[in-house]
T-cell receptor, first 115, second 115 residues
Framework: DVKVTQSSRYLVKRTGEKVFLECVQD?????MFWYRQDPGLGLRLIYF???????EKGDIPEGYSVSREKKERFSLILESASTNQTSMYLC??????????????FGPGTRLTVT | AQKVTQAQTEISVVEKEDVTLDCVYE???????LFWYKQPPSGELVFLIR??????QNEISGRYSWNFQKSTSSFNFTITASQVVDSAVYFC????????????FGTGTLLAVQP
């Protein structure tokens, strides 16, 4: 079974803090993704990575950065957290194989509250 | 423009009723993929089905069935004889071929199945 884990289920941070959200997958997938989920807006892509040290902006990258130093780990960084970044953050991974590459496997999510 | 619309924000049914979740998509591409994901209260999105644009056959998997109609750009999902365990948020998503796995999600439909 593919397993995608996220470092915290719930996180409370103060405005201006630097926040790290960690995601680890154990299936040697090349692609990894960070989404945020908000009521009425569905899931929106923040950043994705298709290889170690490679990253591309998604639809809403402002206020975020990412790091992928190892294939299994993809970190989302909020340089200076703001209240409008209070949200559910979901990490996903997918393989590059032609047959499976469209299927994304999701972690359980981190509910971040910025006060 | 690429877009996925799930017009039903919330649906409430009684156990054993049939329920259909609607999904309408927009894309200019001729090759694309459509997905349904389930998000139970635990938060983790679970992959249900993938359909490519050249395969309009309907699919049935146990109590679940999917109706793909290119003529109306719809990919509807029906649960037959619903159960309480079907209570979740359901997301429809679109991926265009060659789009580096960038899924475009609808806003989701919250299904509540009452005992």
């Amino acid at each position: 079974d593919v397993k995608v884990t996220q470092s915290s289920r719930y996180l409370v941070k103060r405005t201006g803090e630097k926040v790290f959200l960690e995601c680890v997958q154990d299936m040697d997938h090349e692609n990894m993704f960070w989404y945020r989920q908000d009521p009425g807006l569905g899931l929106r892509l923040i950043y994705f990575s298709y290889d170690v040290k490679m990253k591309e902006k998604g639809d809403i990258p402002e206020g975020y950065s990412v790091s992928r130093e190892k294939k299994e780990r993809f970190s989302l960084i909020l340089e200076s957290a703001s209240t409008n970044q209070t949200s559910m953050y979901l990490c996903a991974s997918s393989p590059l194989s032609e047959k499976e590459r469209y299927e994304q496997y999701f972690g359980p999510g981190t509910r971040l509250t910025v006060t | 423009a690429q877009k996925v619309t799930q017009a039903q924000t919330e649906i409430s049914v009684v156990e054993k009723e049939d329920v259909t979740l609607d999904c309408v998509y927009e894309t200019r591409d001729t090759t694309y993929y459509l997905f349904w994901y389930k998000q139970p209260p635990s938060g983790e999105l679970v992959f249900l089905i993938r359909r490519n644009s050249f395969d309009e056959q309907n699919e049935i998997s146990g109590r679940y069935s999917w109706n793909f109609q290119k003529s109306t750009s719809s990919f509807n999902f029906t649960i037959t004889a619903s159960q309480v365990v079907d209570s979740a948020v359901y997301f429809c998503a679109l991926l265009n071929d060659g789009a580096t796995n960038k899924l475009i999600f609808g806003t989701g439909t919250l299904l509540a199945v009452q005992p």
